[in-house]
């Protein structure tokens, strides 16, 4: 494979990330302890990590942050994005759905959107995608209604979605092994359980060039 096709296809990649919140001591937590959170720490991880992702090729648009809602630099939870279309999601933690507006508005640009409703929960972070099957955790954050109108909202772009049981993380992808990984240190955002996935929606730019 050439250099010049490798570089038309990272020129291709978008990555949607989000600045760390002034109050993300406060995020909500569900299998770690509460420790202290060096915010202006997490926030030089946080940047560290857009610059990982620009140096693997990304095109990265950072959104502002949202002081008042601590874990919304975590955008991988509140969207997915195919090929085709952008679902958003309905977080399983009530207080993370004002997240998706300020996204939705960003991925608008790139692609159709579609919405997941009530009573119906999923996480981005439980999401993973190969090829045309979707596994999907079953976890506190994302219900069966949620992965039934995924499925219902993807089946007629040939995708088909799987629920995957998961025990002991928050989110499938926290759980995930067996990667070619590029280091990058989170230990702050650790803290607030998230991982390197949560920080960023990674997406092909389809629009026509």
Known sequence: MGREYLNEVHAMMIAITRDVSASLADCQLSFVERDAIDVARAGAQHHAYRQALESLGCRVIALP????????????DVALVFDEVAVMTRPGAASRRGEGASVAEALSKFRALRTIEAPATIDGGDVLRVGRRIYVGESARSNADGIAQLAALVSEFGYTVQGVPT??????KSADA??????????ELQKAEGATTCCSLVFRDMAPT
Do not use: K
Request: with cysteine; net charge negative; glycine share 4%.
């Open 178 to 187: 067996g990667i070619a990984v590029t280091a990058v240190d989170l230990s």
């Open 167 to 172: 025990r002991d993380c928050l989110h499938l």
């Open 65 to 76: 942050a949202q002081d008042a809602m601590p874990d919304a630099v975590f955008v991988e």
